[in-house]
């Protein structure tokens, strides 16, 4: 079998009851985002600008109160707006509002999406290590009057890393992984380099979100069932929509007898729909998502949302055209790639040796 599906119907079957009540009241809420939103695109809207722009401040507070309120009761969603003090908070939002905007182009959306993971990885991580202290004794350019050198005190993530390994779901995914892996290297204290998983999951954009269909091609993933087994598997996505990669790819491990210790989750943005879906289909997983929206559209994208994330950090994605590991690494450009140095030397491991799908 060289393929791998799961419906929407199928992922829809594992929210609760009054997980349905809280989309559908973000829905009938998002609506009247939308009727603001109608209004100020119209010709005739100058004049009405500041009580309409107004009005669409009050509806995405009541909005954001309204999911801060859901995510509480749910220990596996952790949301970097909603569990940070308040004075973190203008950074992250000034982050994400750069990342929507239409004029931010390829390189500096690059740099957003970095600058997005490494508060993710401190949010995870960080907070969890604060009390175990590793020591830097760091060597300096100051030579006067003898060779200098500083000690720096960085949080003892060893235990928390040592048995990750970081699972890429292609295409959109590999940048977030590769920081990620990147900065697990940096904080520990034997520059531990995460081994990759690489899963060729995509949705067929045919569909509708009622509709959707999910595809794990077997064919064009590289990675070694063992070494999955019992180990703490990390994601990267940047955006989190439906929930059903992320589930497809699980359910297929579980299906072939792996059993991960636990499943980590970071998004830049996830709605509220798909984090609820995550954690209730997979009992051991947990979800980190900078910011949450609130609800996803007929074809199953975020609203508001940043877009098409894969062509933002990628380019366009022509129909036939290749999507290739290698090939993706190589347009990230010689400073990128020079950069993560150590994770494209693992992935390129991951595809050249394994060469395929190993199935025990």
Known sequence: MEKFQLSAEELDGYIKPEDREHIVSMNIAYDEVLKKCKALTAENAEPANEQLQQ?????????GHKMQDIIAHEKNIHVYSFDTPTTTHGEVSRLIAKLRDIRTEKQEFIYYIQRAYELLFNFAF???AKD??????????????VQNFAVHKIPNIDVQVENTVMCVMLRGALLPCMIMSKEIQEYSSNSYVTPFALFSIHRDDTKKEHTMEYILDLKGSYFNLEKLNGKDLIFADPMNATGGS???IVNYLHGKN????SIQFFNVVASLKAALRIVRAVKEAKVYTLW???VVNNQAY???GLGDVGDRINGPYKEGATRQIIQLIADYGAHISDLYRAQIQKIEETVLQIGGVEEK
């Open 246 to 248: 992320l589930v497809t």
């Open 132 to 145: 175990k202290k590793n020591y830097l004794i760091v060597k300096t350019p100051v030579t006067e009057p």
């Open 55 to 63: 009005e669409l401040i009050d509806l995405f507070a009541e909005m």
């Open 302 to 304: 975020i609203l508001p």
């Open 258 to 261: 792996v059993k991960p210790k």
């Open 292 to 294: 949450m929206d609130p």
């Open 126 to 128: 960080g907070s969890t």
